[in-house]
């Protein structure tokens, strides 16, 4: 049966004071740490480079342009992939990305997927962007939709290295139209980045099943779509703001197999069989044989 060792590259808290070549030594570490442990694909953070600037209201574009990737790799991140290159390992990473359209700016919260050779192999584009243009009154700030387009690249999946692979970002995690497009576009891993405050100011009251929340859509996305998930945690005190971390990875069985227990710089990995795969479609997902999609059609309205 085939198998691949995952890892899920959690990261501390990357403050707004740490410059890129700093930020590209921590990831690096990372990876060697992963690639040590025998992985061969690793997943990092959503806006793994920077620190997650949608908390703060930024009406200067040259403050806010500092935080976006104008190409990717460039001068800054290449180290990383000639370090994939070298330690023979795949990976995704959150950024910011920036498209140049004429004279306008496109923004999109992106994740890259590199492969062992170090080359990019594709990009996916947030689908589900949370929070407002503008703060809103009694709630926690997140001005993800005042930064970044909705994606418009679909829900790609990438054959690297032998495998099918899928990446979604943060809030895209919560829903699970995003496992299941993932699924029928032939995933058998999907690697997921995030960042989540611990506390919203508009529900307090669900501060106790942040953690709860983060792990339970991931793991039916997992066994419903028959996938692996790995996913990986901006976590800790970042820039005022608690992020969660619990980042793991989860097995088509919807079993977490590996779980950080820090919010610091992290690396967990698991030894995937893929052959679980088949297994759980064997047992109740025989998606060819059972699914009705004509009687689904309300979904796509
Ligand atoms: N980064 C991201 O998508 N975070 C969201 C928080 C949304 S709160 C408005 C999440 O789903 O974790």
């Known amino acids: 049966t085939r198998r691949v060792k995952l890892a899920a ?37 959503e806006l793994a480079l920077t620190t997650f600037f949608p908390r703060w209201e930024i009406d200067n574009e040259t403050k806010l342009d500092v935080f976006y990737e104008a190409s990717f790799p460039n001068a800054e991140t290449q180290p990383l992939l000639d370090a994939a290159r070298r330690l023979r390992i795949g990976f995704a990473i959150g950024f910011a990305e920036m498209v140049q359209d004429g004279a306008a700016k496109q923004r999109f919260n992106t994740m890259a997927l590199v492969d062992a050779e170090g080359q990019v192999a594709g990009l996916y584009r947030k689908m589900h962007v949370p929070g407002s243009e503008m703060p809103e009154p009694g709630v926690t700030v997140h001005l993800e939709r005042r930064y970044f387009a909705p994606g418009n690249l679909g829900f790609p999946v990438f054959d690297i290295d032998g495998l099918r692979v899928g990446l979604a970002l943060c809030n895209d995690r919560r829903w699970p139209e995003t496992y299941r497009m993932l699924c029928l576009n032939g995933a058998e891993i999907v690697l997921i980045g995030y960042n989540t405050p611990l506390l919203l100011d508009e529900a307090p009251q669900l501060a106790h099943l942040r953690m709860f929340h983060n792990h339970l859509p991931m793991q039916a996305g997992a066994y419903q779509n028959t996938v692996w998930v790995a996913a990986a945690a901006k976590a800790g005190l970042e820039d005022g703001q608690a992020l969660i971390g619990g980042s793991c990875i989860i097995a088509p069985t919807g079993e977490i197999t590996a779980l950080a227990t820090s919010l610091a710089d992290e690396v967990v990995t698991y030894d995937a069989d893929l052959g679980l795969i088949e297994t759980c479609r064997r047992v109740n997902f025989d998606f060819a044989r059972y699914r009705r999609p004509d009687q689904y059609r309300r979904i796509c309205e």
């Open 9 to 45: 590259c959690q990261m501390g808290p990357v403050q707004s004071s740490a410059s890129r070549p700093e930020v590209v030594g921590r990831l690096i570490h990372l990876l060697e740490r992963a690639a040590k442990d025998g992985a061969t694909l690793a997943v990092f953070p």
